[in-house]
């Protein structure tokens, strides 16, 4: 089993910048690749942001592309999404996840690949 929690959510202005942090936690050893994935009200689960074990590897939805940056830390077994130009519609409840199986490119930008789950935290940001 991983546990993972979250944390660094908060609320913000449009512009402006959060920093999340995952921390992960029980058998790290067997993830594959890291996620966060995130929630608005009345919407389905949608991925953000994925980094592959070694971190030599990204993945973004289009909509955060260029604003957010995923990034991880094996030696704190902590996992980063830096958020930058903050817009309204980036609020939600963001997740962090976590995946053991054989993972490409394709596989980790889908919700259902993962296999563990943090409890979210809110991002909300003003207009």
């Known amino acids: 089993q991983v546990q993972l929690v979250e944390s660094g959510g908060g609320l913000v202005q449009a512009g402006g910048s959060l920093r999340l942090s995952c921390a992960a936690s029980?058998?790290?050893?067997?993830?594959?690749?890291m996620g966060w994935c995130r929630q608005a009200p009345g919407k389905e689960r949608e991925f953000v942001a994925a980094?592959?074990?070694?971190?030599?590897?990204?993945a973004y939805s289009d909509s955060v592309k260029g604003r957010f940056t995923i990034s991880r830390d094996n030696s704190q077994n902590t996992t980063y999404l830096q958020m930058n130009s903050l817009k309204p519609e980036d609020t939600a409840v963001y997740y962090c996840?976590?995946?053991?199986?054989?993972?490409?490119?394709?596989?980790?930008?889908?919700?259902?690949?993962?296999?563990?789950w943090g409890q979210g935290t809110q991002v909300t940001v003003s207009s």
């Open positions: 996840a976590a995946g053991g199986k054989v993972a490409d490119a394709g596989l980790i930008r889908r919700t259902g690949w993962y296999d563990y």
């Open positions: 029980g058998r790290t050893v067997s993830t594959s690749a």
């Open positions: 980094i592959s074990r070694s971190g030599g590897f990204t």
